[in-house]
Nanobody, 122 residues
Framework: HVQLVESGGGSVQAGGSLTLLCVSS????????MGWFRRLPGQEREGVAA???????DYADTVKGRATISRDGAKNIIALEMDSLKPEDTATYYC?????????????????WGQGTQVTVS
């Protein structure tokens, strides 16, 4: 069965940086798009970054310029590097996989989700 396992979360001081990693497996065929979403305390989940099989990327305006998503397509591993972290980046971050041909930050297009990793910025 499909598994997405996130790692790299933790507590970071404001202005610092971190890298989240997602290792996924179990697919019959590789997902076209993979991404990162987050759920801030008391809020709905929101898209953070996505990367498609052709290399296209998309970022939420809230992280644009501070985040970089990358992918090892052969291994279905993605990473999210974030710097200049702010307290408002505090959230649970989820890795996702989509078989849609676009590069979307719409949650409904992402079929598989990891369990999440907590990031706390103070």
């Amino acid at each position: 069965h499909v598994q997405l396992v996130e790692s790299g979360g933790g507590s970071v001081q404001a202005g610092g940086s971190l890298t989240l990693l997602c290792v996924s497996s179990g697919y019959s065929y590789s997902p076209y798009t993979m991404g990162w979403f987050r759920r801030l305390p008391g809020q709905e989940r929101e898209g953070v970054a996505a990367i498609a099989g052709d290399g296209r990327t998309d970022y939420a305006d809230t992280v644009k310029g501070r985040a970089t998503i990358s992918r090892d397509g052969a291994k279905n591993i993605i990473a999210l590097e974030m710097d200049s972290l702010k307290p408002e980046d505090t959230a649970t971050y989820y890795c996702t996989a989509s078989f849609w041909s676009g590069c979307s930050l719409v949650a409904g297009y992402h079929r598989y989700w990891g369990q999440g990793t907590q990031v706390t910025v103070s």
